[in-house]
């Protein structure tokens, strides 16, 4: 079993960074991927980031370019900096992590560990 649990996130005008950490606990070496999934309000669910135990990283073409996710594992710990944001990047971000599924930003909303996410709003 893996808790995660996001922290940082806020409001920032457009074109403003910010960043957050997933905090992972329990038993995080059992998973492959971890990755970053946000839910704005009236969009679907849209998968921006994941990272694999090798350290491959792929990203949403929402996000390439100006979001970049790491991982830091003598940490557990997921980040994602964000940067040159814009208003449709507002989202309640959440990390997931799961121990079998493919690595690729598409399958995070089948993931099995989630946290409980962090609101991130942008201003115009």
């Known amino acids: 079993q893996v808790h995660l649990e996001e922290s940082g996130g806020g409001s920032v005008p457009a074109v403003g960074s910010l960043n957050f950490t997933c905090s992972a606990s329990?038993?995080?070496?059992?998973?492959?991927?971890w990755g970053w999934i946000r839910q704005g309000p009236n969009v679907p669910r849209e998968g921006i980031a994941t990272?694999?135990?090798?350290?491959?990283?792929t990203y949403s073409d929402s996000v390439k370019g100006r979001f970049t996710i790491s991982r830091d594992s003598a940490k557990n710990a997921l980040v994602l900096q964000m940067n040159n944001l814009k208003p449709e990047d507002s989202a309640k971000y959440h990390c997931?992590?799961?121990?079998?599924?493919?690595?690729?930003?598409?399958?995070?909303?089948?993931?099995?560990?989630w946290g409980q996410g962090t609101q991130v709003t942008v201003s115009a």
């Open positions: 990272i694999d135990s090798d350290g491959k990283i």
């Open positions: 329990g038993n995080p070496g059992a998973t492959r991927c």
């Open positions: 997931a992590a799961d121990p079998y599924r493919r690595c690729a930003p598409e399958h995070l909303a089948g993931y099995k560990y």
